[in-house]
């Protein structure tokens, strides 16, 4: 009985530890390679979370509605090594973001490259990001 409960903790723990693995996601899974997209908007709102950030913006459609998209980036780790400075980036600030569009046609896709109004350039794509 003892022996049953250890392999009954065991699998649990091992279970555990692969579950993330198997959350993660590659760029091919969500994002389409043949769609780049360039848009540029408001920022609405920038998190910097793991295993990747988050940057939403809002962006005027042909029709003159606003929608907001949001588009995921690199880790807060790798962004920092390329450029990005803490308060850099906040609600209000106007940018372009060069990516990839998402296959199932949400408003979300996988951004490559964001330019600031001033023209600053920060690379925000994930490691697995194909540009």
């Known amino acids: 009985m003892k022996s049953k409960f250890m392999m009954l903790v065991v699998s649990a723990a091992m279970l555990a530890v692969v579950l993330p693995a198997w959350a993660h996601h590659s760029f091919a899974a969500e994002y389409d390679i043949t769609k780049p997209c360039k848009l540029t908007g408001v920022v609405t709102k920038f998190e910097l979370t793991n295993p990747h950030s988050w940057i939403y913006i809002d962006v005027k459609d042909d029709k003159g509605n606003v929608v907001n998209w949001g ?61």
């Open 71 to 131: 588009f995921e980036t690199a880790n807060p780790n790798s962004l920092y090594r390329r450029g990005y400075k803490k308060g850099l980036i906040v609600p209000g600030t106007v940018v372009t973001i060069q990516g990839y569009l998402a296959k199932d046609g949400s408003h979300t896709g996988n951004a490559h490259i964001l330019t600031m109004e001033d023209g600053k350039v920060i690379p925000l794509g994930s490691e697995q990001n194909p540009g």
